[in-house]
Nanobody, 123 residues
Framework: QVQLVESGGGLVQPGGSLRLSCAAS????????MAWYRQAPGKQREFVAR???????DYADSAKGRFTVSRDSTKNTGYLQMNSLKPEDTAVYYC?????????????????WGQGTLVTVSS
């Protein structure tokens, strides 16, 4: 099967920076889009940023100008660089990806989610 594992979360002061990573593992053939979502306490999960296989990026308005999404396709890993963090960025951040993998000699498709990594922005 395929797994996504996020890392890089933690406690940071307002105005600080964090870099999240999302590593895909398994018998992967290729990873298409990789996306980041977040869920704050008491709120619904919301889109943050996305990067396509060719490098095209999309951002939520709240992330534009502060966050940068990137990827290393050779490592099946995505990144979210977050700068100028605000208390309202506090949330569990989840990675989601479009993954083609091989199972029993067959190509299959999956859109797994990671377990999430907590980002807390507080002084």
């Amino acid at each position: 099967q395929v797994q996504l594992v996020e890392s890089g979360g933690g406690l940071v002061q307002p105005g600080g920076s964090l870099r999240l990573s999302c590593a895909a593992s398994g018998n992967i053939f290729s990873v298409d889009a990789m996306a980041w979502y977040r869920q704050a306490p008491g709120k619904q999960r919301e889109f943050v940023a996305r990067i396509g296989y060719g490098g095209r990026t999309d951002y939520a308005d709240s992330a534009k100008g502060r966050f940068t999404v990137s990827r290393d396709s050779t490592k099946n890993t995505g990144y979210l660089q977050m700068n100028s963090l605000k208390p309202e960025d506090t949330a569990v951040y989840y990675c989601n990806a479009s993954v083609y993998y091989v199972d029993s000699g067959q190509y299959k498709y999956l859109e797994p989610w990671g377990q999430g990594t907590l980002v807390t922005v507080s002084s």
